[in-house]
Structures are given as C-alpha cells and as structure tokens.
C-alpha cells in the first residue's frame, strides 16, 4: 500500500514536473465555464502527437499549457507554443503542431492575458479582438492567413504582439489603423507577412513600444507622418527592411534617443543620410543598404561611440570620406561601405579607433597606394577592396595582417609585384577555410605556395608565371588560376584534393599530359583545361569523376579516340573538346548516356563519320558544334528532337550553370564570340566546314528557338527549306559554300532578328527577296557566287526590272559600324534579362522557403562585390542546400 501511495506521487510529481507552463497554484480549482471553454478550444484541434493528453478531469489549471490565477482560479495563461528547432523545422513541426480552427469558446475566458499559440497550424482568428484581458499574443510561425482581425485595436492592454510568419504566406493587406489604440503595446512584430500599403499614422501614437518590426513585407509610401508622434521617445529597434518605402529618411530621426537599432535596408529610400542620425547614441546598429541613397555620408556618423555594425553599401552614396568621418567609432566591428562611388581619404598616418572584423568597401576609391591603416586591423576576417582603384605592390606586413582572414577579395586592381609566400599560419581558431580572390590584377612572379587552409583560391588574370606549385591542396575546393602565365605540368600533388569540386587552369601555357589521377577527384562539377599545351590522350580515369559537370579541354594538342569511360560522365552539362586533335568517330553513347547535356562542342578535330542518331536523343541540347571535322553522310531528319532548340525559353539557369562561371565559344555572325553570362539563352548548330552531304532536312525549321545556324562548307545540295522563316529567332545564318539551288525561299524576309547572313557559293537563282530585316542586309558579298541570283543588293538586275536603277534610291546602306551596335544591343539584351531570369529562379525556388531569402539576398550582394568564384561557393552551397 505504501508502495502505491509513493508511485501515485511520484506519478503527480512527473504531471507537476511535465507541466512546467501550467497552473500558478497548486490549489485552485478552475471554473466550470472556462473548463468547458477549454474543452470546446480542444475539440475542434486536431492534435496528432497528443499533446493535450493532459487535458482530461475536472481541475482545468492543472492542465499542461493552462495557468490560472492564484485566488480565483481564472484561466489567465495559455501557453501551447509548439517549440520547433527553426533551423530545422520539417520533422518536428510536422508531428508536433496543433491543427484546426481556433473555437471562438476562448471569448469566455474573460481574464486570459497570454496567449502563444505559435508554431501551430491554426485558423480562424477574427473573434481575438474580444479578448480584451490580452498582454501577450503570440501567433508566429502559425500559418494563418488573410487580413488581421478588423477589431484587434480593442485590446488596449497588449504588450505584445508577434504575428511573424516566415514560413508561410502569412498576413495580407494594409494594416488597420486601429492598431494605433494598442497604447500599452512595447513589442510589435509583423514580420515576414504580406502587409501592404502605409503604416498607419496612428502608429505614431504607440507611446511604449520598443520593438518595431516590419521587415519582409510589401509595405510602400513614406515614413514621414507616421512615425512623427510619442513613439520617437520609446523605440529602441525599427526595422522596416525588405519593403518598398520610398522617400527621404527625415531628419528627425535623430530625435529617436533610445534607437539601438536602425534597419531600413532594401528599400527605395531616396535623398541623403540625415546628419541628425549623428545624435543616436545609443545606435549599435544601422544598416541602409541597397537603396537609392545619395549625397555624402555625414561626418557626424562618427559621433556614434556604441556603433557596432554600419552598412551603407549599394546606394548611390559620393564624396570623400576623412579621418573625421571615423573619430569615435570605438566599439564599430562591421564596416560595409562597398557599391558607392566613395572616395577614402585618410593620411597614410592613420589610427583608427576601431578593430574591424569585417570592411567591405568593393568599389570605393582606397588607392593608389595600398591603405597603411589596414595595418592597424588584428582581426579582420573579411576583407572586400576589390575594384579600388589601388596600384600598388602588396606591402610586406600584409600577409601577416591577412593570415587569419577567411574572405579576401582583392580583385578587379592594378596591384603588381610578386605575391607573398603565404608562410604566416593563423593562430586563432584552426577550423576557418580561406575563400580568397585576388584575380584581375597584375602580379607576376611564381607562386611559391598556396595560403594555408584554403578553400578557395582565385588567382585568374594575371601574369603569374613558372610551375603549378607541387604543394599541399588538401582542403581546397575551388582552385582557378586561369589567364596566367603558368607553365610546366599539372601537379600530381592536385590529386591529393579529395574535396576539390572546381580546377580552372584555363589560358595558361601548361604542357604534358593531364594526370590519371585526377579521377580520384570524385567531388569534381568542373575541370577546365582549355588553351593550354597539353597533349596526349584523355586518361579513362576521367570517367570516375561522376559529379563533372563542364568539361573543357578546347584548344590544347589532345589526340585519339574518346574513352569509352566517359559514357560514366551522367551528370555532364558542357562538354567542350574543340580545337584538339581527337580523331575516331562521333561516339554513339553521347547520345545514349550522356542525357543532360547541353552544350557539346567538337569543333576541330578530326572527327569522321556520320552523325550518329544517338544524337537527337540529347533533349537539353542547346549547342552543337561539329564544324571543322571530316564528317560525312546527312544531317539526320531527327535534328527536330533537339527540344531545348525548339524552345523558345531556357529556364536552365538554377539547374547548373550559376555555380560556375560556364564559358563556351560559339562562331556566330562570322567571328569567335565567348559567351558567359548569358550562356543558358545560347542556341546554335553548327556543321560547318565538313563533307556533309544531301538536303537540310524540313525538321530543322522546327528548332524555333535557334539563335546560329551555321551549315557552310559542306556538299549540301537541294533547295533551302520554305520554312526557313520559321526560325524567327535567327540571328546568323550561314549556308555558304555549299550545292545548294533554287531560288532563295519568300519567308527569309520574316527573320527579324537576322543580323548575319552568308548564301554565297551555292547555285541559287532567282531574284534575292527583299523586304523587313533583308533590307539592312544589303551587301553583296552575302550572295556572290550565285550565278542565278539577280535585283538588289546585287547590281545585275532581274529580267524585267526597269534598267535605270540606282543604288542611291534605295534604303541609306547599314554600315559594319551599325551591325556591330545591333550585336552590342542583342548581348545587353541578352545579359539583362538573362540575369533576372536568373535570380527569378532563384527566387521561385526561395518563395517557400522565407527563412532562406536572407542567404539569397547575401548572394545577390555577393554578386555586386564581384567575387564570382565566393558566390559559386555560395551558390553551389545553395544549390546543394536546396536541391539535395
Ligand atoms: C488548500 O486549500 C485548503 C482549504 O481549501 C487549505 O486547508 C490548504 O492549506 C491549502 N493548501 C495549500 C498548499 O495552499
Ligand atoms: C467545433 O466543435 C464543435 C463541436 O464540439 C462543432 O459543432 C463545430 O462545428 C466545430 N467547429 C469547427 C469550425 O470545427
Ligand atoms: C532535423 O531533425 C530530424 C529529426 O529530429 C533529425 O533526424 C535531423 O538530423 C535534423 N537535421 C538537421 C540538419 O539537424
Ligand atoms: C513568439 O514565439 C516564438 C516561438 O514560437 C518566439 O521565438 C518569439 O520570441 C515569441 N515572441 C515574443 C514577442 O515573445
Ligand atoms: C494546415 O491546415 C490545413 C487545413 O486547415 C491543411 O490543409 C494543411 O495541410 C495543414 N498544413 C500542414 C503543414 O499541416
Ligand atoms: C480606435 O481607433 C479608431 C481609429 O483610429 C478610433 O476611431 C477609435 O476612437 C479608437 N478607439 C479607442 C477605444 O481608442
Ligand atoms: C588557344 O591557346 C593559345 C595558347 O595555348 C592562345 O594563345 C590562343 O589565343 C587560344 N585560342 C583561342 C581561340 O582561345
Ligand atoms: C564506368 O561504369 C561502369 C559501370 O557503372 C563501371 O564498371 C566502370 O568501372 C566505370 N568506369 C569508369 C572509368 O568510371
Ligand atoms: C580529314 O580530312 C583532311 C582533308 O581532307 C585530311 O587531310 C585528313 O587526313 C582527314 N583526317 C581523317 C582523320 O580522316
Ligand atoms: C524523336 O522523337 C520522336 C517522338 O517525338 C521519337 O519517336 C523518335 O524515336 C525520336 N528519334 C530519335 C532518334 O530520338
């Protein structure tokens, strides 16, 4: 009997125990119509993990989440905050939330004063407004949805309200003015909602509140009126970022004495910094980035001894910033100044009373001489003075200075010299990883060793020279040394790499061999080897890199046959091997197995043969380039299964070729162009210089979205398909030196966008039609060699035409000058929209996703401080986040 006296104890001790938000006393009884209430609340929840188990018996306080009041026994609390890890909600939140609509019973809980039903999965609020007993509501994470109940402004007593809903669409529409009422309100967060409009002015009438926190909504119009009022003397964070506020930021900011916190980044702010911010003492933290700010930044932002974190970059900010600007910002860690066209003026004596761990000031003007007041900074790890005007060697303390900086970007310089050793190891924490770019620069000299603990090393565009150093490249993952001068062989030491995932070696003068053991690479997406002095055959080894993505080898002396093991490559995208000396014929198993691949390029080999079939099995293929080879037999009539041709959008961009800066040479309107950044929108077939032979088939004027078609050289004979002018989005073409008769089909006249045309050499014959876009193209050598061919742009005339012609009554001529501007538009076009696209795919992927946009936007900047290779780390990161 004892035995169960304890065990029945112990049993209330583990409720007491589990109950730990649940009543305020132990020996109250809760009244019967608030029981019921409850009861009421419970039944229309679903409740999967059973957490209202306790929910059971007469005595309601001592339910779990229920708190009642000491003498009477009201319900006072109502704690069923489902509390999920945020960083990792999917399990949890799944099992754990409450389901249902709120039962509008809780109205007879007549003295409920906190309420948290965060993190549950809940509807049906518009009765909250009669809780007029409120202090804390708590309805974050919740996925409730619609427009704020009309009637909250009646609880007149809260003190704080959360409405943050960063995982789901949240709350819409404009804001009810009456939320102006809430007097007592100290903590306002409506955050990551859908809010629109103006803040209401009542607003300003919120006497007590501290936190103001209306980030990550579409809020617009000025912040002018609505802030002028009482709440100037009590706010200590306003965060407006992420919205579309326009207008000044007014003066009388500088009246908000207790402000800690200042955040109205990502908006459309326009006009200057108010020089009243200078008065916020107690400011820690002012962050205006990206938006359209302008004029100088005020000397009186140095008065701010507690700024910890300022953050000006993006805007439109000028001027020159002295000694002055800086006098006593004691306690500033993060500096971010970068994207403005500022100018830093400071005498080389300079002492800063800061200790920085982050200065960012890509594009401001630090140079010419390298800034000596860096020498001063202990612990920067992160340093951008990229594009800063500096042309200067790199001084001797700085790679001391430097050792402990994991991102370092100083690109986009004029800084000569040699580079430092790199001996000086960090002595802080051993687990950091360097991401270091210092390309597009002029150092020279070898490099004798790359910095310890690097994960990334961007070195292109320079004028190093001597060998690879044979070194230690455990733990790197990115290693581009593109556009040097390098010599010798590729290190086997690189195979010792096992988490490399980039090798750019491109434009360089390499020689030798490529090392078998670079199969062990298994982490590989990208290997470029292109325009080096390399030889001999692909080492099989090759097909063990599973994850290769961009394959480059163009433009070395490589020979023989393709190994059957790269049939292994599955995952390929870019397989570019032009301008070797590969031979055999075009493999079959391209076809077959290599599905996602997207540009292959085989230009000038010595390919022969037919064109398999296999091929038209490539449905992503955008570019196929087989010209300069000894291929023989026809086109195949299947060409029209080149679906990604026929396509008139390219939506690819997310699915590879962000992460790295994928390049490939396309020749188009009768030159080399060098595509980048606008590559997912390139288009092209090119056959020429071959001995291919028969009609172009009919189901090529099916691939709508061809940009280049390009099938000169070859014995082609037949008339050129009447539905030619299908191809609407043709920009060059090119059929020359070929067989083929006729007369030139009507609807060519419909290319629009055709800027490059060759038809010369053939045995084409009738008059050249003429109208729409044909009329720009007028000189004659696009169709010499055609003895049949008569009227303009020619000077012999068809039979029949009147014989005084002029050429002065036509069209004024289109010089070469102009067909280089419409190139030139065409690319910007081209790289416009291709970027937006681009990041609009970013963004769908993010849409449900709200907790990541703030990775996303970080990458977007990164994309201004011109660090493309941090941003590939990024964006593979992303991309291997997002899309395991
Ligand atoms: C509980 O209430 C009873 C009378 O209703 C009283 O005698 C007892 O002391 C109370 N116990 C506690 C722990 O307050
Ligand atoms: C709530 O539960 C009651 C029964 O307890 C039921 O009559 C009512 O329809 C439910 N309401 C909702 C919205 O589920
Ligand atoms: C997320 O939570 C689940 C379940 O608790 C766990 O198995 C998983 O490892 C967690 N993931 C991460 C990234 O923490
Ligand atoms: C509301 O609840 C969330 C957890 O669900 C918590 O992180 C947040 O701090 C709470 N808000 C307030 C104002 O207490
Ligand atoms: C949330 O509840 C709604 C119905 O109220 C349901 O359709 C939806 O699937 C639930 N969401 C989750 C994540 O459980
Ligand atoms: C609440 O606000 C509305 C609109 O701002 C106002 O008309 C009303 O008088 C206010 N009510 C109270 C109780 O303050
Ligand atoms: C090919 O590589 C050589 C260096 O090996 C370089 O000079 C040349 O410009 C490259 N050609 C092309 C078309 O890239
Ligand atoms: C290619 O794949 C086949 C079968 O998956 C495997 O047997 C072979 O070893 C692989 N070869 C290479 C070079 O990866
Ligand atoms: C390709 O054609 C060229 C010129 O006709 C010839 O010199 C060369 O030997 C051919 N190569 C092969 C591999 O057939
Ligand atoms: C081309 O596509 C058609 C279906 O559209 C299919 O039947 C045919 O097999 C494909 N041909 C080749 C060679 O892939």
Redesign the pocket.
């Known amino acids: 009997m004892p035995a169960l006296v304890m065990l029945l104890a112990l049993f209330f001790i583990i409720i007491r125990l589990d109950s730990n938000c649940g009543s305020l006393a132990s020996n109250v009884s809760c009244l019967e119509n608030e029981r019921e209430a409850l009861i009421?609340f419970k039944?229309?929840l679903t409740d999967e993990a059973n957490r209202l188990r306790s929910w059971v018996g007469q005595d309601c306080c001592t339910w779990k989440g229920v708190g009642c009041s000491s003498r009477i026994g009201h319900v006072m609390k109502l704690d069923l905050r489902n509390d999920f890890d945020k960083f990792n909600y999917t399990a949890i939140f799944r099992i754990n939330k409450l389901g249902?609509?709120i039962?509008p019973s809780l109205v007879e809980l007549k003295h409920l004063s906190h309420l948290d039903l965060s993190g549950n999965n809940l509807s049906g609020v518009d009765f909250l407004g009669s809780l007029k007993s409120l202090r804390y509501l708590n309805l974050s994470y919740s996925n409730l949805v619609g427009k704020v109940p009309h009637n909250l402004g009646n609880l007149s007593r809260l003190q704080y309200l959360d409405l943050n809903s960063p995982l789901r669409r949240g709350f819409e529409g404009p804001l009810p003015s009456c939320m102006g009422n809430m007097t007592q309100l100290t903590v306002l967060d409506l955050s990551d909602n859908q809010f629109k409009g103006e803040i209401p002015n009542s607003m300003k009438n919120l006497c007590s509140l501290r936190i103001f926190d209306l980030a990550l909504n579409y809020f617009s119009g000025e912040i002018v009126s609505p802030l002028y009022g009482c709440i100037r003397t009590s706010l200590e964070e306003l965060n407006l970022m992420f919205n579309s506020f326009t207008g000044q930021l007014p003066n009388y900011l500088g009246e908000f004495k207790n402000l800690e916190r200042l955040c109205v980044d990502y908006n459309s702010f326009s006009g200057p910094l108010p020089s009243s911010l200078g008065r916020l003492s107690h400011l820690r933290e002012l962050d205006a980035r990206y938006n359209q700010l302008n004029g100088s930044i005020p000397v009186g932002l140095g008065q701010l001894s507690n700024l910890q974190f300022l953050d000006l970059s993006g805007n439109s900010l000028g001027g020159m910033l002295y000694e002055q600007h800086f006098t006593t910002l004691k306690s500033l860690k993060e500096l971010h100044l970068s994207s403005n066209s500022l100018v830093i003026n400071v005498s080389s004596q300079w002492v800063p009373p800061f200790q920085l761990q982050i200065l960012e000031m890509g594009s401001c003007t630090l140079g010419p001489q390298f800034p000596t007041w860096l020498q001063t900074q202990r612990h920067v790890t992160r340093l951008d003075m990229s594009n800063a005007s500096i042309s200067d060697i790199m001084p001797d303390w700085f790679e001391h200075m430097s050792s402990c900086t994991e991102s370092l970007d100083i690109s986009n310089n004029h800084m000569r010299g040699k580079l430092p050793k790199f001996q000086t190891k960090c002595n802080d924490s051993g687990s950091f990883r360097k991401y270091w770019s210092l390309s597009s620069n002029k150092f020279d000299g070898p490099l004798s060793t790359l910095p310890s603990s690097t994960s990334l090393l961007d070195l292109s565009d320079n004028l190093l020279s001597g060998p690879i150093p044979v070194g230690n490249y455990s733990g790197i993952e990115f290693l581009v040394l593109s556009n040097n001068h390098f010599s010798g062989v590729i290190p086997v030491s690189l195979c010792s790499a096992a988490t490399t995932q980039i090798i750019d070696l491109s434009k360089n003068r390499l020689s030798g061999r490529i090392p078998r053991c670079l199969g062990n690479l298994g982490e590989l997406y990208v290997l470029d080897l292109s325009s080096n002095s390399l030889h001999g055959h692909i080492p099989s080894s090759l097909g063990f890199l599973q994850q290769l993505e961009y394959l480059h080898l163009r433009n070395n002396t490589f020979h023989g046959e393709l190994p059957l093991s790269l049939q292994n490559l599955t995952s390929i995208h870019t397989l570019d091997l032009g301008e070797n000396s590969f031979t055999g014929v075009i493999p079959p198993w391209i076809g077959d197995k290599l599905s996602d691949l997207v540009f292959l390029s085989l230009q000038s080999n010595n390919f022969y043969g037919g064109i398999p079939v296999q091929l038209c099995h490539l449905s992503a293929l955008q570019l196929l380039d087989l010209a300069h080879n000894n291929i023989t037999g026809d086109i195949p009539s299947c060409f029209h299964n080149f679906t990604a041709m026929a396509a008139l959008e390219h939506n690819n961009y997310f699915g590879g070729s962000e992460s790295y800066e994928d390049n490939i040479l396309v020749t188009m309107k009768g030159r080399e162009l060098e595509y980048t950044k606008i590559l997912q929108f390139v288009t092209s077939i090119d056959l020429s210089t071959n001995g291919i032979t028969g009609e172009i088939p009919e189901g090529l004027t099916a691939l709508l979205g061809l940009l280049n078609l390009n099938l000169s050289g070859n014995h082609l004979t037949g008339r050129i398909p009447e539905k030619i002018g299908n191809l609407k989005q043709l920009e060059s073409l090119d059929l020359s030196r070929n067989k083929l008769f006729g007369s030139i089909p009507h609807s060519l006249s419909n290319l629009n966008s055709l800027s490059h045309l060759n038809l010369s050499f053939n045995n084409l014959s009738g008059r050249i039609p003429t109208g729409n876009q044909l009329q720009t193209l007028d000189d004659q050598s696009i169709y010499v060699g055609n003895d049949g061919l008569c009227g303009a742009p020619l000077t012999k005339s068809c039979p029949g035409d009147e014989s005084t012609y002029h050429d002065g009554d036509h069209q004024v001529l289109v010089g070469n000058g102009e067909e280089d501007e419409i190139e030139v538009m065409w690319f910007c076009a081209g790289i416009g929209p291709g970027f937006v696209v681009g990041l609009l795919g970013v963004m769908c992927t993010l849409y449900f996703k709200r907790e990541w946009r703030y990775v996303y936007f970080q990458f977007v900047e990164d994309t201004y401080s011109r660090i493309f290779v941090a941003i590939a780390v990024k964006a593979n990161w992303l991309r291997r986040k997002f899309h395991p």
Do not use: V
Request: proline fraction near 0%.
């Open positions: 009421k039944e229309n249902g609509e039962s």
